[in-house]
């Protein structure tokens, strides 16, 4: 066992992030891992500053590295944003943190996981620091791919790239790690297009895969412009009611901790004077259900891409596996009432509706605008 066991199919990128550790010529104090999502960046980037601070390279089971993947090494640091955007604050703080020596460890690591959701304004603070580290200080950002940071950036970072893994290693992953049942754990890592983590949700929780099931159901039910309103309704409904199912408990439990921490006890009024950090809290909150309820809506998104795919496979038969095996009935009477060139409009479709809803277009017309793309066309 080693902190590299659960980087799946990625042996050129681990090699490559192996030999920095293992040669100090290789070594550079920036890296930039790029990759799809669920390719497992910040697992690489993990395992990466495990085995910077291990003695032995990354064993797996010493203190540097159970203690680094778990998030409570003193010199480790990560950043994982669950808002929109990463603040400037967040990455003032993370260059302070940077300019500290070693505590114990070998090296001073600062992970920061999403790095193409900082605005240029932000990045830009964070550049003077990346061209000249402190010694022992190691930066390593983590985004889907190069294009998505700043040329300032990514000219002083050295780039390491993920691919899509294998759906077969990703099921081998679960079998091993999650005792989940082969046949399910290949179907769960298909259906998510080997991103890692939608395959383990998939693969253990029946209602994620019915929630999936009733969102590729969408493509046979829009029969015309009223079907597909409310089509576009109930997708936004599912990620709002998504998003507060995911957040609810833990912004109340956020809440309670921020009161007792300022001597508020329950049923008491908040002086006045306090407001303003009980707000910044719940601003806070909000952030994060709104990027919840974007990133449900766009994986519902790439599900009925997938989807479309697969149409598209059929109908131009092409000797791949289909992404929904399971709904290869499905598939095959979609390819039949519509033509290769509709397919592909479709699919057109669902990527603009993807694209506005990064540039923080209202949801409901988004997928207002997809689903009456999606509809038959004579």
Same mark, same amino acid.
């Given at each position: 066992?080693?902190?590299?066991?659960?980087?799946?199919?990625?042996?050129?990128?681990?090699?490559?992030?192996?030999?920095?550790?293992?040669?100090?010529?290789?070594?550079?104090?920036?890296?930039?891992?790029?990759?799809?999502?669920?390719?497992?960046?910040?697992?690489?980037?993990?395992?990466?500053?495990?085995?910077?601070?291990?003695?032995?390279?990354?064993?797996?089971?010493?203190?540097?590295?159970?203690?680094?993947?778990?998030?409570?090494?003193?010199?480790?640091?990560?950043?994982?944003?669950?808002?929109?955007?990463?603040?400037?604050?967040?990455?003032?703080?993370?260059?302070?943190?940077?300019?500290?020596?070693?505590?114990?460890?070998?090296?001073?690591?600062?992970?920061?996981?999403?790095?193409?959701?900082?605005?240029?304004?932000?990045?830009?603070?964070?550049?003077?620091?990346?061209?000249?580290?402190?010694?022992?200080?190691?930066?390593?950002?983590?985004?889907?791919?190069? #294009?998505?940071?700043?040329?300032?950036?990514?000219?002083?970072?050295?780039?390491?790239?993920?691919?899509?893994?294998?759906?077969?290693?990703?099921?081998?992953?679960?079998?091993?790690?999650?005792?989940?049942?082969?046949?399910?754990?290949?179907?769960?890592?298909?259906?998510?297009?080997?991103?890692?983590?939608?395959?383990?949700?998939?693969?253990?929780?029946?209602?994620?895969?019915?929630?999936?099931?009733?969102?590729?159901?969408?493509?046979?039910?829009?029969?015309?412009?009223?079907?597909?309103?409310?089509?576009?309704?109930?997708?936004?409904?599912?990620?709002?009611?998504?998003?507060?199912?995911?957040?609810?408990?833990?912004?109340?439990?956020?809440?309670?901790?921020?009161?007792?921490?300022?001597?508020?006890?329950?049923?008491?009024?908040?002086?006045?004077?306090?407001?303003?950090?009980?707000?910044?809290?719940?601003?806070?909150?909000?952030?994060?259900?709104?990027?919840?309820?974007?990133?449900?809506?766009?994986?519902?998104?790439?599900?009925?891409?997938?989807?479309?795919?697969?149409?598209?496979?059929? #109908?131009?038969?092409?000797?791949?596996?289909?992404?929904?095996?399971?709904?290869?009935?499905?598939?095959?009477?979609?390819?039949?009432?519509?033509?290769?060139?509709?397919?592909?409009?479709?699919?057109?479709?669902?990527?603009?509706?993807?694209?506005?809803?990064?540039?923080?277009?209202?949801?409901?017309?988004?997928?207002?605008?997809?689903?009456?793309?999606?509809?038959?066309?004579?």
């Amino acid at each position: 066992m080693t902190v590299w066991d659960d980087v799946v199919g990625q042996e050129s990128a681990v090699a490559a992030l192996q030999s920095a550790v293992a040669n100090p010529t290789a070594m550079t104090h920036a890296w930039l891992i790029t990759g799809p999502p669920g390719s497992g960046r910040s697992v690489a980037a993990r395992a990466f500053a495990a085995a910077l601070q291990c003695p032995q390279g990354g064993c797996g089971v010493c203190q540097a590295c159970t203690t680094t993947m778990a998030g409570t090494h003193p010199d480790v640091t990560l950043l994982a944003t669950e808002k929109v955007v990463i603040t400037i604050d967040e990455v003032r703080d993370l260059i302070m943190t940077a300019s500290r020596s070693p505590s114990g460890g070998r090296w001073r690591v600062i992970v920061i996981e999403d790095a193409d959701r900082m605005a240029e304004r932000t990045t830009n603070v964070l550049l003077k620091t990346i061209e000249e580290p402190p010694p022992h200080t190691v930066w390593v950002l983590c985004a889907p791919s190069v #294009q998505d940071v700043l040329p300032t950036i990514r000219s002083r970072c050295r780039a390491v790239v993920l691919r899509v893994p294998p759906p077969q290693a990703v099921a081998d992953l679960l079998v091993r790690r999650d005792g989940a049942d082969p046949a399910v754990a290949l179907n769960a890592a298909r259906a998510a297009q080997s991103h890692v983590g939608l395959a383990k949700r998939l693969a253990r929780d029946a209602g994620a895969r019915e929630r999936r099931s009733a969102v590729l159901s969408v493509a046979r039910r829009i029969r015309g412009v009223g079907d597909a309103v409310l089509a576009a309704g109930e997708l936004v409904d599912v990620a709002k009611a998504e998003a507060v199912s995911a957040t609810q408990e833990r912004d109340a439990a956020e809440k309670a901790e921020l009161l007792r921490g300022l001597g508020v006890a329950d049923g008491e009024t908040l002086p006045p004077r306090l407001r303003s950090q009980l707000k910044q809290l719940e601003d806070d909150q909000k952030r994060r259900a709104t990027r919840h309820q974007r990133d449900v809506l766009d994986r519902a998104m790439v599900d009925l891409l997938s989807l479309y795919r697969d149409v598209l496979v059929v #109908q131009l038969g092409a000797e791949v596996d289909l992404v929904n095996a399971e709904l290869a009935e499905t598939v095959r009477s979609l390819a039949a009432d519509s033509t290769p060139e509709q397919t592909v409009r479709r699919m057109d479709s669902i990527g603009v509706a993807r694209t506005r809803l990064g540039g923080n277009v209202a949801p409901l017309l988004a997928l207002e605008a997809m689903t009456i793309a999606l509809r038959p066309q004579g």
